[in-house]
C-alpha cells in the first residue's frame, strides 16, 4: 500500500490532502446545502431490513440505494422521490483529474457517519462498469479504512483517512474488499455543529458500461 499519491501494484491509491482546507471548506459548504434538497436518510439491508449506521443521500444522475429488496441504482431519492441534486463541479474536476475514465461520473454517494457508525467489509459491485475506479473524498473527522483482497477471508490493512484526502480503488483493486470500522470524533473543525462530530464521505462511480448498460 503506497501513501505518496500514487497507485501500487493492485491499483490503489491514496492521495492525502488533495484538497486544501479552503477547497475542502467550499466542497463541504456545496454538498450541506444539497442535502438540504436530497436529506440524508437512513438505507436498509437487503432481507434484514435491518437499518445501517451510515446515513447517506446521492448527488449526480443516479444514486445507489439499499432496501429491502436489494442494492441498486435509482434516478431518484427514495424519500422524496425527486431526482438527485447535480454533482459539485470539484467533483467533476477531482474525476477528470484523476480516473483516467473517458466519461464523467454517474453518481455521487454521500455517506455520513456520527460518531457511532461504521460501514462493515464490502465490495462496490453494483455497477456495470466494471473496469472504471472508484475515487472518494474524505470531509470531516478522520476514519479508520480497511481494505482487504478479492477474498471476503483475505488479510485486510487499516489506514487513517484525513479531511481532504482522496482514495481510488482501480484495477484489480477495484473488487477489494474494504470498510470503515470507526471514526475517531472531534479530529476535524471542517463540518458546521450538526454534522460534528462526524465525517462525510463523497463515492464517485461510473454504473453503466461503456455500451449505455446499467
Ligand atoms: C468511506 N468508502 O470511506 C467508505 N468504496 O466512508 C467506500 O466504501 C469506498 O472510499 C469504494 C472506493 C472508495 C471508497
Ligand atoms: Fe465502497
Not at 461510473?206 to 449505455?212: H, I, L, T
Request: glycine share 10%.
Amino acid at each position: 500500500m503506497n501513501t505518496d499519491g500514487t497507485p501500487d501494484a493492485t491499483g490503489f491509491r491514496l492521495l492525502p490532502g488533495w484538497f486544501s482546507r479552503d477547497a475542502q471548506a467550499a466542497l463541504a459548504d456545496e454538498v450541506i446545502a444539497l442535502i438540504g434538497t436530497a436529506p440524508l436518510y437512513r438505507p436498509c439491508m437487503p432481507r434484514t431490513g435491518r437499518p445501517l449506521s451510515v446515513r447517506m443521500t446521492n448527488l449526480g444522475p443516479l444514486g445507489w440505494i439499499s432496501d429491502q429488496t436489494g442494492y441498486r441504482y435509482e434516478d431518484r431519492h427514495p424519500v422524496t422521490g425527486a431526482p438527485w441534486p447535480a454533482m459539485p463541479q470539484a467533483l467533476l474536476d477531482l474525476w477528470a483529474a484523476i480516473s483516467g475514465w473517458p466519461d464523467p461520473p454517474q453518481a455521487c454517494l454521500v455517506n455520513f457517519y456520527g460518531p457511532d457508525a461504521r460501514l462493515g467489509l464490502h465490495v462496490d459491485a453494483d455497477e456495470s462498469a466494471k473496469t472504471a475506479p472508484v475515487v472518494s473524498v474524505s470531509l470531516g473527522d478522520r476514519a479508520r479504512f480497511r481494505l482487504g483482497g478479492p477474498g471476503r477471508k483475505d488479510p485486510t490493512r487499516s489506514l487513517v483517512l484525513s479531511s481532504g484526502d482522496v482514495v481510488v480503488l482501480g484495477g484489480t483493486s477495484r473488487r477489494f474488499h474494504h470498510g470503515v470500522d470507526r471514526i475517531y470524533p472531534g479530529t476535524s473543525t471542517l463540518l458546521p455543529q450538526n454534522y460534528t462530530p462526524g465525517r462525510i464521505n463523497l463515492t464517485l462511480r461510473r454504473v453503466s458500461d461503456p455500451d449505455g448498460r446499467e
